[in-house]
């Protein structure tokens, strides 16, 4: 014959096991998620926005720096500083593009 407290003591550790086999089960899962999603937290996050943003700034400012060489080299009527300026942002955008590409795919 079992004692009620017996049976109360078993019962209880039961469920801390079942607790404890949830626990470690979800947590497994989430590990195997994140290996398959890759890490993709907020600092991946800003890395790749700070990416874009050279990406589109590193052309610009070449192009703005090739216009005033030329603006300053030769005497034309027209500014090649904007016309440098506009072909490093459009320039940039394709890199930006690029690289926006890339890690969506990954």
Request: glycine fraction near 8%; include cysteine; charge should be positive.
């Amino acid at each position: 014959m079992k004692l009620p407290h017996h049976n109360s003591q078993q019962k209880q550790h039961q469920q801390r096991q079942q607790k404890f086999h949830r626990q470690v089960k979800d947590k497994a899962s989430r590990k195997l998620k994140a290996r398959q999603e890759g890490d993709r937290s907020i600092w991946y996050e800003l890395g790749l926005f700070g990416i874009v943003g050279w990406s589109v700034t590193i052309p610009t400012l070449i192009g703005i720096a090739i216009g005033i060489w030329l603006d300053v080299t030769l005497d034309d009527p027209y500014s090649w500083t904007l016309m440098m300026l506009f072909v490093g942002v459009v320039l940039g955008c394709l890199n930006a593009w690029y690289w926006i590409q890339r890690e969506s795919k990954e």
